[in-house]
């Protein structure tokens, strides 16, 4: 085994260290802070990948099919998270259901697909040409994914609903709940720190001047 | 050995931002990360002011965001509405504490906490205190990953008004404290964001 080095800077507390390779599994934590500075999760890329390719298969299911059915006397209404969002659009609230969809579904949509495209292009060695600005683009947009805190607002709504009608829970809701999981097992198990590196071994970009 | 211990910045290395490359910085300020193609910078750009900038809206945003009403319900002609706290009073009333209180965590507490622990942060920071730093930095990361948890009653009410909205009978609408919580869980938000970290532990050497 190698003993390589790498120079790193703590993302918290700017401390400047040398960080031997770290065993699948491990973490790398700062000298000074403590903080993770970054993570070798085992099953390198495949992991993500196919717990990524799983999210897609359920993100297209859990929007597709309606989240709940309810009965208000008599009357049968069912609608897909969008179309939630639709309706408070239509009641003069545009921002409103911007707010609600944007965090719910666009932005965990375009998550889920640029990480398909990054992990897809470095998994299979296909060089593709925007892998970079798409992986900085991923980082930009993560903390503005929201789908656990919506699960949990499905759930208060369904509580809150049972009170004015008779709820049916739809094939959307389970989808939606186990893309959650499957959402939340593609980000635990994908470390950036990794896909930079590997990026930079295929694409062999312009390193800086190593002396220091 | 903690002591020992430089900052990149004392040795004019940059840690990038956005992926984490750590770079030895020319003398001109303005430079891209060789790697991502970010802007390569020590610290966030007037990290302190922006961060108050932010702060101070949230929480002037977080007065109409409890005293307005989050969500008007109409049930054959009787209009009610209700406050977030009106909301858990009503849960609590019906004997159902578990979700009165993840309602009040997540609505009432959490971005209350926020917005104190970042000020708390703030303050200190600007101080050059050398106190309780690893603390610090534990409560600006706890506060990064528990933020977001506070859109939970804007989703609870968009939800009910878009499926109840069909139904002739009951209609439910969103009241003008949707608008000032959302504004108060992204400008919290953004107010972490803009905030460096890194600040934290300056002026150590």
């Known amino acids: 085994m190698d003993q390589k080095q790498i120079r790193f800077v703590c993302h918290e507390c700017d401390a400047l260290q040398m960080v031997p390779a770290v065993e699948p599994g491990h973490d790398a934590n700062c000298i000074r802070c403590k903080s993770r500075l970054f993570r070798n999760p085992r099953g390198g890329i495949d992991k993500p990948l196919a717990f990524l390719i799983a999210s897609m298969f359920m993100f297209v299911i859990a929007n597709v099919m309606p989240i709940m059915t309810l009965t208000i006397v008599g009357v049968k209404l069912r609608t897909t998270i969008t179309g939630a969002a639709y309706i408070f659009y239509q009641q003069g609230s545009p921002e409103l259901a911007a707010i609600v969809w944007l965090p719910s579904v666009f932005i965990p949509g375009v998550i889920i697909l640029s990480l398909f495209y990054v992990l897809f292009s470095i998994r299979f060695q296909m060089n593709w040409r925007y892998t970079k600005p798409i992986l900085v683009l991923t980082g930009r947009l993560l903390p503005w994914g929201m789908m656990d805190v919506f699960m949990l607002g499905i759930l208060v709504s369904i509580v809150k609903l049972v009170g004015l009608a008779d709820v049916v829970i739809g094939t959307g ?17 994908l470390e950036t720190h990794t896909l930079w590196e590997c990026l930079t071994e295929q694409q062999g970009s312009p390193m800086e001047p190593t002396n220091g | 050995m903690a002591s020992n211990v430089v900052s990149a910045m004392s040795r004019g290395i940059a840690g990038c931002h956005t992926c984490g490359l750590a770079v030895q910085m020319p003398d001109n300020t303005e430079v891209e990360c060789p790697r991502c193609g970010a802007e390569l910078h020590y610290r966030k750009h007037d990290s302190i002011n922006r961060a108050w900038a932010f702060l101070i809206a949230a929480f002037i945003m977080y007065i109409p965001a409890n005293t307005e009403p989050m969500m008007r319900t109409t049930s054959l002609g009787n209009t009610s509405a209700d406050t977030i706290m009106g909301g858990v009073i009503y849960f609590l ?26 000020a708390y942060i703030l303050i200190l920071t600007q101080r050059a205190s050398s106190e309780r730093r690893i603390e610090r930095t534990n409560l600006y990361k706890i506060a990064e990953i528990l933020g977001k948890w506070s859109m939970l009653d804007i989703f609870v009410v968009g939800l009910m008004a878009g499926l109840v909205q069909l139904g002739a009978l009951t209609t439910i609408a969103p009241g003008p404290a949707c608008i000032a919580f959302a ?7 953004f107010a972490e964001m803009a905030f460096d970290p890194k600040l934290i532990w300056d002026k150590m050497e």
């Open chain 1, 173 to 189: 809701f389970y989808a939606f709940a186990f893309l959650v999981v499957l959402y939340a097992s593609t980000i635990a198990s």
């Open chain 2, 93 to 118: 009333s019906h004997g159902d504490w578990p979700l009165a209180l993840v309602i009040f965590a997540a609505s009432v507490m959490l971005p209350l906490l926020k917005m104190i622990a970042i």
């Open chain 2, 183 to 189: 504004g108060v869980v992204i400008l919290t938000m």
